[in-house]
């Protein structure tokens, strides 16, 4: 992912109004964001626990979503598999983001949503050493292709919310 200015970060927010996009607090710690080791930027409110954002690079530069957390996490229902990192070893909590879509079928109430990792954690998920499951193992190959996984279905994600045809 390429580094974003905290500018860029707010210019890439597609379902909020400009005004919302100026006043949601910005990722804590973005100054010290490994941006190599990042597929998307996603944060919780602070202020607000059940809301969270995210930032994705798509082919038509960063897209930016608000999203709104459900009252309760999955996991407290049933064992339940993040829908971006798709991580079977989760050591925290699955939540059904939604998120408004972008335009006019957002003011219409039109939404998306998708089972995300509660804080976040994607990128670290898909860098874990898998354990080896059989003889010739390549770990390498799989930690790029969880990698590669977890990109592609951020971006789908994102060009969901802007409406674009997948």
């Known amino acids: ?20 996009a100026a006043e949601l607090p910005m990722p804590p710690g973005l100054h010290e964001v490994d ?12 202020r607000v626990p059940q809301r ?3 930032v994705v690079p798509t082919e038509n530069g960063p897209v930016g979503i608000v999203l709104r957390a ?6 407290s229902h049933a064992p339940t598999m993040c829908g971006w990192c798709q991580d079977v070893h989760l050591t925290h909590d699955v939540y059904l983001y939604v998120a408004k879509r972008a335009g006019q079928a957002g003011r219409n109430g039109d939404t998306v949503g998708t089972l995300l990792c509660g ?4 990128c670290e998920n ?11 193992f390549d770990a390498d190959l799989v930690v790029a292709d969880r990698i590669a996984g977890l990109a592609e ?10 409406g674009a045809r997948i």
């Open 119 to 122: 804080g976040f954690e994607c």
């Open 153 to 162: 279905r951020a971006r789908r994600f994102a060009n969901t919310v802007v």
């Open 1 to 20: 992912m390429d580094i974003l200015s905290q500018a860029e970060i707010r210019d890439a927010f597609v379902n909020c109004s400009r005004s919302e």
């Open 126 to 136: 898909v860098r874990r050493t898998p354990p080896p499951s059989y003889v010739g």
């Open 52 to 54: 969270g954002y995210v």
């Open 35 to 46: 941006w190599s080791r990042r597929e998307y930027l996603g944060w919780r409110d602070p």
């Open 70 to 75: 459900s009252e309760a996490s999955m996991r």
